[in-house]
């Protein structure tokens, strides 16, 4: 089973586009949770769950950051290694636990942020997400897409050992837009950046290489 959490997003409502965009095949394999940690902190999910997909930050949206019972159980589904897909900016997900914030590859990072490290920031502009040279195996199947305006994430930490699956430009500089890293039990974790707006979270190229990803992790 995938637990696909997710937040409303600002009332964007991401996380549930992305899912109701999923093939069939797909989302009849997902649990999806929308503005509703109560599985998430109930904790038993993870003994079933093959798939751990996150579009959330935590403490926003009106929402309460996830409390121990969610930590305990996501701690446990990534000691066994658990691979996970952290779509948008959910590699902020659970920021406000130090492990976490360790292990996402590269990391969202949030205003006033526990290490001190400089805030991230997401200009706002359309985008083309390229595929990058990369001998990883989801680069032989993600493919470009073109985005209207929309958060282009910058500014990201780094945390662990990447590489990186796609980019996109800005101000002629280039960005990570899809990343692959390892936690250190040895859970595979993809960053899926891009898709915000409505508009771009039901691109038909977004959604399909959202639904490679999972392919790919599961």
Aim: net charge negative; aromatic share 10%; glycine share 6%.
């Amino acid at each position: 089973m995938i637990f696909f959490f997710s937040d409303n997003h600002y009332n964007t409502h991401a996380g549930k586009n992305i899912f109701q965009n999923l093939p069939c095949d797909l989302k009849e394999k997902v649990r999806f949770f929308e503005d509703d940690f109560t599985v998430l902190e109930e904790g038993s999910w993870e003994k079933e769950c093959k798939l751990l997909v996150l579009h959330l930050i935590g403490g926003t949206c009106s929402l309460p950051h996830p409390g121990s019972g969610a930590e305990g159980a996501v701690k446990k589904y990534c000691e066994r290694k658990g691979n996970m897909l952290l779509l948008h900016g959910s590699s902020a997900a659970f920021w406000q636990w130090q492990w976490w914030r360790e292990i996402t590859g590269v990391r969202w990072v949030r205003p006033n942020d526990p290490d001190g490290v400089e805030r991230s920031t997401h200009p706002k502009a359309p985008c083309h997400v390229a595929v990058c040279k990369c001998r990883h195996p989801l680069c032989r199947e993600l493919e470009n897409f073109d985005l209207p305006e929309d958060e282009i994430y910058i500014d990201l930490e780094q945390t662990s050992p990447v590489s990186c699956l796609m980019t996109c430009d800005v101000n002629g500089k280039s960005f990570p837009q899809c990343t692959s890293s390892f936690t250190p039990w040895g859970g595979e974790v993809i960053n899926f950046i891009p898709g915000h707006k409505e508009e771009c979270v039901s691109n038909a190229a977004l959604n399909a290489d959202i639904a490679r990803a999972i392919r790919y992790l599961l």
